[in-house]
């Protein structure tokens, strides 16, 4: 338990959580800031394990994602109720 | 807003980004405006971080060929292979922890690049003819903060003098007795020594004790 809750704490602050935001705050359409996040979770998950698939471990990628296109779709929130653009 | 039949001067390039750098915006808000700017500086910091982390490893010292001497004397030493198996790398003895410090090293350590391209030391006979004016920056910077860097790792404090050999132990008793620093009785720690450097080393000590 305590390691998913680390591991979820540790990708919000980091690449999925940052970033995920911020891509998500740069589209109003929500299926395009949900892919982008999932995006940077792979993209992370991939990075931190030196660049080999066969390193990932698969809830870690899960949770990667989760986290991603969950701060993609609040990024696409912030947008939507905080921009007229 | 778009009038552009007025034969008012449109203003340049620059001047049009700075008025619309410093005009309130119509379409963000204040919330947005917030949110954006602070994910900006969490990934601007991260990066800026990431950057010097990346220029604090021993692969990005030695990646400069004025560097590879060094490199080769260090790995005779206690620091690269021991017992214990810990080691001390290039930034660990040469870059401080102490954030204020090492982003000044960092700076001057700028001066590394120039003398890399005019090739100060590109060949051995260069950098042994270069080596006594080098090793007394370093000597003068470790004696000026009391050897922090060792200090990161070593402390008079902790050591049992009881298991050093006898020299040691009666030499690090009068280090401590008479405020001797680690640079003043190990010099050579990592590298070699060139001719001279006892007399050297005693005019930069003696010059800092004047100083004061």
Request: proline letters at 1%; charged letters at 20%.
């Given at each position: 338990?305590?390691?998913?809750?680390?591991?979820?704490?540790?990708?919000?602050?980091?690449?999925?959580g940052i970033l995920g935001l911020a891509l998500g705050m740069m589209t109003r359409n929500l299926l395009v800031a949900a892919i982008l996040g999932g995006v940077v979770g792979v993209a992370e998950t991939y990075i931190f394990s030196g660049f080999d698939f066969a390193r990932v471990e698969p809830l870690d990628l899960a949770i990667a994602i989760g986290v991603g296109v969950i701060a993609g779709c609040v990024g696409r929130a912030i947008r939507v109720r905080g921009a007229t653009v | 807003m778009a009038n552009n039949d007025s034969n008012e001067k449109r203003p340049g390039f620059i001047r049009r980004i700075w008025n619309g750098f410093w005009s309130p915006s119509g379409v963000l808000s204040l919330?947005?405006?917030?949110?954006?700017?602070?994910?900006?500086?969490?990934?601007?910091w991260g990066g800026f971080h990431w950057a010097l982390e990346e220029t604090n490893t021993e692969e990005f010292c030695i990646s400069c060929h004025s560097?590879?001497?060094?490199?080769?004397?260090?790995?005779d030493t206690i620091h690269y292979n021991n017992h214990s198996g810990v080691r001390a790398t290039c930034p660990d003895c040469h870059v401080p922890h102490e954030w204020q410090y090492k982003v000044k090293a960092k700076i001057m350590a700028s001066k590394d690049l120039y003398h890399e391209i005019i090739g100060t030391i590109d060949t051995d006979e260069k950098y042994e003819d270069?080596?006594?004016?080098?090793?007394?920056?370093?000597?003068?910077?470790?004696?000026?903060?009391?050897?922090?860097?060792?200090?990161?790792?070593?402390?008079?404090?902790?050591?049992?003098?009881t298991i050093q050999e006898t020299r040691a132990a009666a030499d690090h008793q009068k280090a401590l007795d008479e405020g001797k620093t680690c640079i003043d009785c190990h010099q050579g720690i990592a590298h070699g020594l060139p001719t001279g450097y006892l007399e050297r080393y005693e005019t930069v000590a003696e010059g800092l004790e004047a100083a004061k």
């Open positions: 338990m305590l390691d998913i809750l680390g591991t979820i704490a540790g990708n919000i602050l980091s690449l999925p | 919330g947005f405006l917030l949110i954006a700017g602070f994910l900006g500086g969490v990934m601007a560097m590879t001497k060094n490199w080769d004397e260090y790995t270069h080596r006594l004016k080098m090793a007394t920056a370093v000597w003068t910077k470790m004696k000026k903060t009391d050897s922090r860097e060792c200090r990161n790792c070593h402390s008079f404090e902790y050591m049992d003098f």
